[in-house]
């Protein structure tokens, strides 16, 4: 069964406000963990209370490829006393994509991650599915060149199913190396891709849901990267979506 986390990324504004706050109400709402994407310049034994203390589990943290590659083990030693094991790369910019070397910078750093018993996984947009090397998406050239042990895969599937590409078939694709899936809706609006709450967009997310369990992954993890209500009214109401899907059967533990 699988569980559902929260990118805060979606909460961003309130956690720079108010960061204990936010969390207590995400916990609130019934999100199980959080994946961070920044700190705001809180220790690692705070982080460590404040999840303890609302029984909140850390899914991962998505960490500038900068960092990972200019300062690996701070980041490896303050993960470590949050207990977070998982260590995401979020985006490349147009400068970062020369993709050989984005190839051979990830198995360099996640040999080194998982040495120390961390894990190195990537997360996507559309440009890996529309950018190509070799004749196949960036995505695709990426896990077959990268040694498997040394990274894994966080599908967003939002960005999948805007690029094309249907996420049911990606997940399944890489069944066993995909822990985390991000699980989003989005509608197209005046050509651009809008992320909505729950049930508002265009993407099966049940069926999201379900590949994701066959496939072997442990995290749902919800995002809404721009939301058109208030932040905590919008991970609300996706939330209230997850628990009738729940209750209908569907394969999450909330």
Same mark, same amino acid.
């Given at each position: 069964?699988?569980?559902?986390?929260?990118?805060?990324?979606?909460?961003?504004?309130?956690?720079?406000?108010?960061?204990?706050?936010?969390?207590?109400?995400?916990?609130?709402?019934?999100?199980?963990?959080?994946?961070?994407?920044?700190?705001?310049?809180?220790?690692?034994?705070?982080?460590?209370?404040?999840?303890?203390?609302?029984?909140?589990?850390?899914?991962?943290?998505?960490?500038?490829?900068?960092?990972?590659?200019?300062?690996?083990?701070?980041?490896?030693?303050?993960?470590?006393?949050?207990?977070?094991?998982?260590?995401?790369?979020?985006?490349?910019?147009?400068?970062?994509?020369?993709?050989?070397?984005?190839?051979?910078?990830?198995?360099?750093?996640?040999?080194?991650?998982?040495?120390?018993?961390?894990?190195?996984?990537?997360?996507?947009?559309?440009?890996?599915?529309?950018?190509?090397?070799?004749?196949?998406?960036?995505?695709?050239?990426?896990?077959?060149?990268?040694?498997?042990?040394?990274?894994?895969?966080?599908?967003?599937?939002?960005?999948?199913?805007?690029?094309?590409?249907?996420?049911?078939?990606? /997940?399944? #694709? =890489? &069944?066993?190396?995909?822990? !985390? %899936? +991000?699980?989003?809706?989005?509608?197209?609006?005046?050509?651009?891709?809008?992320?909505?709450?729950?049930?508002?967009?265009?993407?099966?997310?049940?069926?999201?849901?379900?590949?994701?369990?066959?496939?072997?992954?442990?995290?749902?993890?919800?995002?809404?990267?721009?939301?058109?209500?208030?932040?905590?009214?919008?991970?609300?109401?996706?939330?209230?979506? /997850?628990? #009738? =899907? &729940?209750?209908?059967?569907? !394969? %999450? +533990?909330?």
């Amino acid at each position: 069964m699988l569980k559902v986390g929260l990118q805060l990324y979606t909460v961003r504004d309130e956690l720079e406000r108010d960061f204990k706050g936010t969390l207590a109400k995400v916990a609130e709402l019934g999100y199980q963990g959080v994946e961070f994407h920044n700190f705001y310049g809180h220790s690692p034994e705070e982080v460590r209370g404040i999840l303890d203390e609302f029984g909140l589990e850390i899914v991962g943290t998505h960490v500038q490829y900068n960092s990972l590659l200019e300062d690996l083990d701070d980041v490896i030693a303050y993960h470590k006393a949050i207990g977070n094991k998982n260590l995401i790369v979020p985006y490349l910019s147009e400068e970062q994509r020369q993709w050989d070397n984005v190839f051979a910078s990830l198995n360099e750093i996640g040999e080194k991650c998982a040495a120390q018993d961390m894990v190195l996984m990537y997360h996507n947009h559309d440009f890996e599915f529309t950018e190509q090397v070799e004749g196949q998406p960036a995505l695709y050239a990426m896990y077959d060149i990268v040694t498997a042990s040394y990274l894994q895969v966080e599908l967003d599937s939002c960005w999948a199913h805007a690029a094309g590409y249907p996420p049911t078939e990606v /997940i399944a #694709k =890489y &069944a066993g190396r995909l822990p !985390l %899936v +991000h699980w989003k809706d989005m509608r197209r609006s005046e050509g651009q891709v809008l992320t909505v709450e729950f049930g508002q967009g265009e993407v099966d997310l049940g069926a999201v849901a379900a590949a994701s369990d066959q496939a072997g992954a442990e995290w749902l993890v919800v995002e809404q990267d721009v939301c058109q209500n208030p932040p905590l009214q919008s991970i609300e109401s996706s939330m209230n979506w /997850i628990r #009738k =899907y &729940a209750a209908n059967g569907g !394969l %999450v +533990h909330v």
